[in-house]
């Protein structure tokens, strides 16, 4: 079974990965607008909800970047594979995207719980 799993790793590791430039490997699934004021708070409440979920699978990690018009918060595996990517813009614009074949890793990968806490962040800061 670990010679199985070798083999499948060294094969992916020679694949090309999927980036938020592939807008067409990604998929909107849940958007909304915050106070501006609250944007910077929202992407701490993503990042800790993000790496909340994942204390387990050392694999998988979360990482949030700063970007000229906000924040960029996302889920990959191995630091590669984009799987979930939240862009959180300095006026209250807030959208999650998902990587379409997420489902399909491994058979097993579910992204709910990083759709949950992105819906618990928007319920807490968002613009009445």
Same mark, same amino acid.
Request: proline fraction near 0%; hydrophobic fraction near 30%.
């Given at each position: 079974m670990k010679f199985v799993v070798l083999i499948?790793?060294?094969?992916?590791?020679?694949? !090309?990965?999927s980036t938020r430039q592939d807008v067409d490997q990604f998929v909107s699934v849940n958007k909304g607008h915050i106070k501006p004021e609250d944007v910077s708070v929202f992407a701490d409440c993503l990042m800790d909800g993000f790496r909340q979920l994942n204390i387990m699978l050392t694999a998988v990690t979360p990482r949030k970047e700063t970007r000229a018009n906000g924040y960029r918060v996302e @889920?990959?595996?191995? $630091?590669?594979?984009l799987i979930m990517s939240a862009d959180v813009l300095n006026d209250g614009k807030v959208e999650l995207f998902e990587?379409? $074949?997420?489902?399909?890793?491994?058979?097993?990968? !579910? @992204?709910?719980?990083?759709?949950?806490?992105?819906? $618990?962040?928007? $319920?807490?800061?968002?613009?009445?």
């Open positions: 499948g790793l060294v094969i992916l590791s020679g694949c !090309s990965y @889920t990959t595996i191995e $630091n590669k594979l990587y379409k $074949n997420s489902h399909s890793l491994f058979g097993v990968w !579910s @992204t709910e719980g990083e759709k949950e806490a992105f819906k $618990n962040c928007l $319920n807490q800061h968002k613009k009445q």
